[in-house]
C-alpha cells in the first residue's frame, strides 16, 4: 500500500488485516496506518534498501516487483521466487503523486518534478500486467467492492481485467499530463499533440496536409490495437485522404452501417428492438448506398444490389452527391461502378470491390477506393471543447416504443418504410427530418435552428420528385415537434405517415393535427440528435 490520499486507506487495510492479509508499506502510508493501530512492515525490509534520495527510490526494487510479476501458474516462477526467498505479492494499493492538481496550483518546475511518480506507476503498471494472479487498485473507489469480493469468495476474471484496465488508462493519462506540462516550458506551438508521434493509445497514422481548411494543419491518428472500421481500413488506390475525406467517409460508413453487413452478418441499428416491438417487419440486411457531403447524409437508399441502391440514392439529390463521399454496405460490382463513373466522387468506401469495379474507378486518379471490413466498434465518441472532451455513449437504439397515438391506424406496408427513414435521420444533423418512399430518402433537411426549417427543406426536395411517388411518403424526425406547424406541411406535402419520438407538451396539438389530416402518427420513446 502507497497512497498520497488517505481517504479509506485506515478502514480498508483493517479489513484486509483481519482477513488475514499482511501488508507491505512506504513511509507516509505506513506511517499513518501505525498510528491507527494497523501492523505493517516497511518496504525497505522486504527490499533490504532503505528509502534514500528524499524518497524519490522506495518501492523500485527486484525483491518487490518480482513478487508481483511472478505468474502464480508458471511452477519455474514460483520456484524462482521460492529460491530468492521473495513473497509474491497478491493486492497493489496505489495512488500517484497528484501531478496534475499541484501543477495546476503554480508551483515551481522544480517543486513539480518532485510529484513526478515513477515507483507508483511501475508497480501499479507491474500488477495490472499480472492482473489474473494480483488485485491492482488505483482508486479509493475500489476499495469497498474489492473488500465485497474477496469476502464472497475471490474476485471474478472480469473484476480483475475492469481494475487493470482503469489502472493503464490512468497511467496514460497521467503520463499524457507530463508530457502536456513540459510542452508548455517550451512554449513551441510545434509541440501540440496534433504534431506528437502519439496521443493516449492512438498513434499518428500519416500527416494530413491540411484540415478543414487550407491553413489549419492536422494529422490522423488511429487506435494502436488497430481497432475499428478506419483502424484496420485500406486504401486501394487514389489521393492521401483528407480531413474532410475521413470525417465524411467515417459518418458515410456509420450511416451504412445501420443497415447492416450482410455479408458479416451483422444486423441493422436497432433490429432486436424492431423484431420485438414489429415482428411482422422483415429487418433481414439489404443492399444500401448512402452519400455524404459535409458530414451528413445527402442521400440513402435500399436496393436489390449495389447498382440499384446507388442509383436511387444518387436520386435523392443529384445536385448535393457531386462531390461527395459513398459508403455501401456490400462489394461493389462492376456494373455499378460503371454508372458511378460518370460522377465526380472524392471516396468511394465499401467491404470490397470486384475486380472490375477496381480497375474502372482506379482509372480516375483523383478518386480514392477504401476497403472498410468492420463495423463501428467504439464503445464511446469524444468530441473536444476548449479544455476538455465530451465523452458518450454511442446512439445504439432505435425504438424504446412503437406507439400509435393517432386515429388514423398505420398501413402495415408503410411500417419499413417509417424504420428506413428512421435509421437514415439518426445519422443527420439536428433538427433533422427525413421524407422517404420505396426506401429511399425523397427529402432531407437537416443542421437547422428550428424544426419547421428542418421541415421545409425535406418538404421541398421531396417535390422534385415525380408526383406519383409521393403519394406514399413518410416522414421521422430526430426529436418530438413542439407544435403542429410540421403536421400542416407534412399534410401539403402528401405524407402519408410519421415517426418521431413523442414527449413534448405539444404532442395534444400534432396528434390532433394529425387526426385532421388522417395522417397516422407513431412514437418511439427515444430522441436522435446529433449536433
Known sequence: MSVYNKEGIKEF????????????????????????GIEVTDVSQITGFPECLDGRVKTLHPALHAGILARRSDSA???????????AVDLVCVQLYPFVEKTGAGISFEEATEFIDIGGPAMLRAAAKNARDVIVICDT?????????LRSGGLDEKTRMRLAAKTFKLISSYDAAISQYFERQINDETALPAWTPRLSGYSKYYPLRYGENSHQNAALYLREDGAGALGAMEQLCGKPLSYNNIRDMDAAWKCVCAFGLPQEGIAPLGSEEVRRLIPEIDDSPRPCCVAVKHNTPCGAALGDSALEAFVKARDCDAESIFGGVLAFNTPLSANAAKIISALFLEVIAAPDFEAGALEILGAKKNLRLVKLRHAPQENFELSSVDGGILAQQPQRRLLEEWRPVTKTALDPQLAPQLIFALRVVNFVKSNAIVCARDFMAAGIGGGQTSRISAAKLAFEKAKKMPAAKNRRLVLASDAFFPFA???????????????QPGGSD????????????????????LRYFKH
Request: aromatic content about 6%; proline content about 3%.
Open 13 to 36: 487495510a483493517a479489513c484486509l488485516v483481519e482477513d488475514g492479509w499482511n501488508i507491505v508499506s512506504t513511509g507516509g502510508t505506513a506511517a499513518f496506518l501505525r498510528k491507527n
Open 77 to 87: 516462477h514460483l520456484k524462482t521466487l521460492l529460491e530468492l526467498g521473495v513473497n
Open 141 to 149: 473507489a475500489d476499495y469497498a467492492p474489492v473488500i465485497q469480493g
Open 485 to 499: 406547424d410540421v403536421v400542416e406541411g407534412a399534410a401539403a406535402a402528401g405524407v402519408a405517415a410519421i415517426v
Open 506 to 525: 405539444g404532442d395534444k396539438n400534432s396528434i390532433e393535427a394529425c387526426n385532421r389530416h388522417q395522417i397516422p402518427m407513431v412514437f418511439t420513446g
